[in-house]
T-cell receptor, first 116, second 111 residues
Framework: DSGVTQTPKHLITATGQRVTLRCSPR?????VYWYQQSLDQGLQFLIQ???????AKGNILERFSAQQFPDLHSELNLSSLELGDSALYFC???????????????FGPGTRLTVL | SQQGEEDPQALSIQEGENATMNCSYK?????LQWYRQNSGRGLVHLIL?????REKHSGRLRVTLDTSKKSSSLLITASRAADTASYFC???????????FGAGTRLTVKP
């Protein structure tokens, strides 16, 4: 158990819909990262937040957005969903400072999103 | 898009043998990290090597980095059945604001 929690574990929805994935980092970790893993695209870094501020951005679509709240939990919002958005979405956390940290990242178990 | 490419894509060995996986990348990096993923589960960080380092060890793991060739290798010695997993390399960009994963190597260790 990494100490990172993600909800829900599974999510099934339809095209065009909007969903919110939630992540609680390990106690004391200030950085949260979001990743997408699909058969087509492999593992992709989406975005990093550090202490409430966006610090690094990867291949995140404009239809996707994220935020980190004062209690450090984070949410990833996916809108206008398409079939190709079906994937495993992982959250990770680290103590880390600005940028993608040198510190070890601890991954949550993931949310499996299925878009029908 | 992915930056790193691992080879081989799949590797099957007997318990006790060594396993070597390679990773190549294209752009300048700040550091390179190796992760393990058991089927459908979250990634587990194995080791991080900075761009000014050439070799690191952690238990049965040995990682090398050759920035002139833009390549890294992960060696697992005396493999165990429990090492069966997918292994990914990930590069962090030189300006520390992007991270790219390779496609991974699927390692099977037969008991």
């Amino acid at each position: 158990d990494s100490g990172v929690t993600q909800t829900p574990k599974h999510l099934i929805t339809a095209t065009g819909q909007r969903v919110t994935l939630r992540c609680s980092p390990r106690s004391g970790d200030l950085s949260v990262y979001w990743y997408q893993q699909s058969l087509d695209q492999g593992l992709q870094f989406l975005i990093q937040y550090y202490n409430g501020e966006e610090r690094a951005k990867g291949n995140i679509l404009e239809r996707f957005s994220a935020q980190q709240f004062p209690d450090l939990h984070s949410e990833l919002n996916l809108s206008s969903l398409e079939l190709g958005d079906s994937a495993l979405y992982f959250c990770a956390s680290s103590v880390g400072t600005s940028g993608i940290s040198y510190n070890e990242q601890f991954f949550g178990p993931g949310t499996r999103l299925t878009v029908l | 898009s992915q930056q790193g490419e691992e080879d081989p894509q799949a590797l099957s060995i007997q318990e006790g043998e060594n396993a070597t996986m390679n990773c190549s990348y294209k752009t300048s990096i700040n550091n390179l990290q190796w992760y393990r993923q058991n089927s459908g589960r979250g990634l587990v960080h194995l080791i991080l090597i900075r761009s000014n380092e050439r070799e690191k060890h952690s238990g049965r793991l040995r990682v090398t980095l050759d920035t002139s060739k833009k390549s890294s290798s992960l060696l697992i010695t005396a493999s165990r059945a429990a090492d069966t997993a997918s292994y990914f390399c990930a590069t962090v960009s030189y300006n520390n604001n992007d991270m790219r994963f390779g496609a991974g190597t699927r390692l099977t260790v037969k008991p």
